[in-house]
């Protein structure tokens, strides 16, 4: 009995919990170190191995309505630091450091209805909204709505989709008529866990679905120009320490900054930089994946960050420079992510002009007296790749290879991973530190490598590229880089250029 309390502190600890009948499975021999080890091998990356230890069958499933939250706990987790230089931290994450209990997750997940209803209920196709336990005292045949979070998603035999809706008085069936081709669609992009708006009729003790209303943005928003020509850059994913790190064509970009490289414009563009983002995987890390240590040339985690600093401390003080953090860096991998830790990265630490920031987290930058500044929402991105296999209407477009496509999807339902058990999360009794409650300007990603840009009702999405080629253990996770280059925004006319630093080869 003491082991199975044992595993099931562990599991809890990180994030998930277990059922009688899965403990039972677990092998004799599976002890903390094994778990470490399959952490290290990636079952967190890897879908199908996550799904098979941890199969979402076998998870407890509680009811959304039991536990009050302990409103003690709950000072504010956002926090606003001004740092000065047009850099502002609007949202970042506090980890309260509280030990994590069976509560911690059915308020998380109250803690995100709440959040998103904030956003739905404004929306007049939602306006007789009622809870779903009040759904038996309707009239059959009446049209009505209600909100929740999708909680199974089934295809019958005739081919229509039944989806399990839950809010915190109860659960609904919900039936979507594969004839109704544009609801249709909408349902079978719906992923677990995200919470949406239905409109259907009620009948027995199902409603038919005859209208999905998702967070989104509404698509009234300006672009916002800055008054004056000044430049952002956006990149991610360097790598610092792995063999394949593209030395040269980093420095090209050093150059780049400091007006040695390019052309006539482009040195006219470098002077006019303030501001450069680097979204997570500052440095490669050391025991990510099985066999990483010979894909290292820096095998020691202190000496990467000192390289990285080193070679950060070359570009001109003038230009703010943020970062987060990303999986292959020294920061705890659940997400939310706190901000570099000082005992491993101290050299970046000691950078003036550094500004570094949890992952995910809100950042404003360029405000001044007469200008709001850009709101500049930071997330490496480890929810990516599952979503790029999940939704089925993302899978079919290219899967991988489209990333912006998730950003424009995560947008729509306004949190960065919808799904639990997609990347590791620590629940927080609070705050849903994921969901996007605050429209942002730049929505930036990385994580997958490729430079990818697109507008979605405004909001600028960059998924910024690498500064590496392909190892093995990209090629295992199917990412095929776009190295060495650089999302340059100009905030005056938000006009994008990708600039590449590539060495002739
Ligand atoms: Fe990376
Ligand atoms: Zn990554």
């Known amino acids: 009995m003491d082991r199975k309390n044992e595993l099931v502190k562990l599991f809890l600890e990180r994030g998930y919990l277990v059922s009688p009948e899965f403990l039972d499975e677990i092998p004799d021999d599976f002890s903390q170190e094994l778990f470490s080890s399959l952490e290290k091998k990636g079952f967190v990356l890897d879908p199908n191995a996550i799904k098979s230890l941890l199969n979402r069958e076998n998870l407890i499933k509680i009811p959304l309505k039991i536990v009050e939250p302990e409103k003690n706990l709950c000072e504010p987790a956002s926090n606003i630091k001004s740092f000065g230089g047009g850099v502002i931290v609007l949202k970042g994450y506090k980890d309260k450091f509280k030990k994590r209990e069976v509560g911690d997750f059915v308020n998380y997940f109250r803690n995100r209805f709440d959040s998103i209803k904030k956003i739905l209920i404004n929306r007049p196709e939602l306006q007789n909204l009622i809870s779903i336990n009040r759904l038996k005292l309707q009239q059959d045949g009446k049209e009505v709505a209600v909100m929740g979070l999708i909680s199974s998603k089934t295809e019958a035999k005739t081919g229509s989709l039944i989806i399990t809706l839950e809010d915190v008085t109860g659960e609904v069936k919900l039936i979507v008529n594969k ?143 943020i970062i987060c953090a990303g999986n292959h860096d020294a920061v705890r991998m659940s997400e939310p992510q706190p901000g570099f830790d000082i005992r491993f990265s101290k050299p970046i630490f000691n950078l003036k002009n550094v500004t570094l920031v949890t992952n995910p987290s809100l950042i404003n930058i360029h405000a001044s007296k007469d200008f709001p500044g850009f709101n500049v929402l930071l997330y490496h991105g480890s929810s990516i790749p599952y979503l790029c296999e999940d939704v089925e209407s993302i899978r079919i477009a290219g899967g991988i290879e489209k990333p912006e496509l998730v950003m424009k999807f995560l947008l729509q339902k306004r949190h960065l991973a919808p799904t639990y058990g997609y990347s590791l999360f620590i629940p927080d009794i609070c705050e849903d530190f994921l969901v996007i409650d605050k429209v942002p300007d730049f929505f930036v990603t990385g994580h997958i490598h490729k430079a990818k840009v697109l507008n979605y009702k405004n909001v600028t999405c960059i998924n910024a590229s690498c500064w590496v080629t392909q190892t093995r253990d990209m090629e295992r996770r199917g990412i095929f880089p776009e190295p060495s280059r650089a999302m340059v925004v100009n905030l005056k006319t938000r006009d994008i250029k990708i600039m590449s630093f590539e060495n002739e080869k």
Not at 180 to 187: D, F, H, R, T
């Open 179 to 321: 004839n109704k081709e544009q609801i249709y669609n909408l349902a079978k992009d719906l992923v677990l866990d995200e919470v949406v708006g239905i409109v259907g009729i009620n009948k027995g003790d199902v409603l038919f679905v005859n209208n999905i209303i998702s967070p989104d943005i509404i698509s009234n928003y300006e672009i916002k120009k800055s008054p004056d020509e000044c430049y952002s850059v956006f990149i991610s994913d360097i790598h610092f320490g792995l063999k394949n790190f593209l030395e040269k064509d980093f420095n090209n970009f050093l150059d780049w900054l400091n007006g040695k490289y390019g052309n006539e414009e482009q040195k006219k563009i470098s002077d006019k930089v303030k501001y450069l983002f680097i979204a997570g995987d500052l440095v490669e890390g050391i025991g990510i994946y099985p066999g990483q240590d010979k894909d290292l040339n820096i095998d020691d985690i202190y000496k990467q960050y000192e390289y990285a600093a080193e070679l950060l401390s070359k570009i001109p003080e003038r230009i703010k420079i």
